[in-house]
């Protein structure tokens, strides 16, 4: 395998490395499995395709950050005022969430980056030497920053709203808000990732989010089973290491014969197995005790 096939493989891992962080938030530190990632990603990349085409590439990066943030806004506002179930909730928010892309877009399903002279417009990822230095300083100053989140007096109420939700209300504090903060910086973070690639391949398609819960859950637990310290730290850079590491073992599996259409059901596989892996070894502690 080519030195350049690995490089495209590990600037790729960056990008979802970004997803694995944000879905972080929600699975790990608030203990949900939100489904507006899969609507949440795509509106990301939509909204930094149109900012892009205007002629603001960087803004569309914070404009998709932002536009995320407000997807995840309404999950949370199914979840605490209209007291839909979580899993439903994302559900309803994913789904509306592909008629809005559509009309961000302009009414088309996709939208290419490239000018009237067949050259991409210019964006953070333009320039291929680059690609993967951006790549990483993105990544790890967004590790960095949650990090930083999470030690503050606001993150602690953060992650300890996920640890034990009926002993921070009954501490007085808002829990709904801490559901709104959560899932904002989640789906928000998630939207980048999204935004990224769109700069990266230079189009924006509206059913990109597709399969992106399970590859940013399958990035989160290969990491943990490298990184077995439930600290913040461990669980960020666990997180970042998964899904490069993840992205790597795909580029693999192509290489060995695998068809692109089956690695959504190999994701699927993987991360039940990994998931399972820690019942399996205590009920076989079990046997032989």
Known sequence: ????????????????????LGEYISFRIMD????TVDGSYATGGCVC?????AGHPILGLIAGFLAGCLCGCVTAFLQTKMRI???????????????????IMGGAPNVSLFSNTLKPVWTLLSNSKT?????????????????????????????????????????????DAMKFLGL??????????????????????????????????????????????????????ASIFGAVAYRLLYTFALKLGFAATDMNLVSAVLVAITISIPYLRSKRRKRHA
């Open 49 to 53: 395709a149109m900012c892009t085409l």
């Open 184 to 237: 904002g910086l989640s789906n928000g973070i998630v939207a980048v990732s999204g935004a990224l690639l769109v700069q990266y391949q230079n189009f924006a398609d509206v059913t990109s989010g597709t399969g992106m819960l399970v590859l940013g859950l399958a990035g989160i637990i290969v990491g943990e089973a490298v990184f077995r310290r439930h600290t913040i730290a461990a669980g960020l850079a």
């Open 32 to 35: 949900t499995p939100d489904l």
């Open 85 to 103: 179930q979580p899993l439903l909730a994302g559900i309803l928010t994913m789904s509306g969430l592909y008629s809005i892309n559509i009309r």
């Open 131 to 175: 690609q993967l230095v951006v790549l990483v300083a993105i990544v790890a100053l967004i590790g960095l920053l949650l990090y930083w989140f999470f030690k503050t007096n606001l993150g602690l109420m953060l992650r300890a709203t996920g640890d034990n939700e009926e002993m921070i209300r009954s501490s007085s504090i808002n829990v």
């Open 1 to 20: 395998m080519s030195i350049a096939i690995l490089t495209k493989a590990c600037e790729l891992g960056l990008i979802f490395a970004v997803l694995s």
